[in-house]
């Protein structure tokens, strides 16, 4: 299994970014998927998580950190193989580096909020 991750930027406080997760070497609609986030000196976290599409609904169960509750969005694009995390409202605090994950971890996107 491979996880690329992209979509990082620098953006001001208030700006929004959508970032982006690509798996291969595995079949994507079977695993669950969450967002993590490191900021220096802390340890990492998770920030979301989307859980495989039991029910055929389109989506598996959502959950959120609290501190982005309300501000960024989980989801996922089985036919594409991809991971979705919108983010909006930014604040500097989100300042980190954001992994995708399953059973193994992406390289990290950098996401600088000034």
């Known amino acids: 299994v491979q996880l690329v991750e992209s979509g990082g930027a620098s953006v001001q406080a208030g700006g929004s970014l959508r970032l982006t997760c690509r798996i291969s070497?595995?079949?994507?609609?079977?695993?669950?998927m969450g967002w993590f986030c490191q900021s220096p000196g802390k340890e990492r976290e998770g920030v979301a998580h989307?859980?495989?599409?039991?029910?055929?609904?389109?989506?598996?169960?959502?959950r959120y950190a609290e501190f982005v509750k309300g501000r960024f969005t989980i989801s996922r694009d089985n036919a594409k193989n991809t991971l979705y995390l919108q983010m909006n409202s930014l604040k500097t605090e989100d300042t980190a580096v954001y992994y995708c994950?399953?059973?193994?971890w992406g390289q990290g996107t950098q996401v600088t909020v000034s």
């Open positions: 989307i859980d495989v599409d039991l029910d055929a609904l389109g989506y598996g169960d959502v």
């Open positions: 994950a399953t059973a193994i």
């Open positions: 070497g595995y079949t994507f609609s079977a695993l669950n």
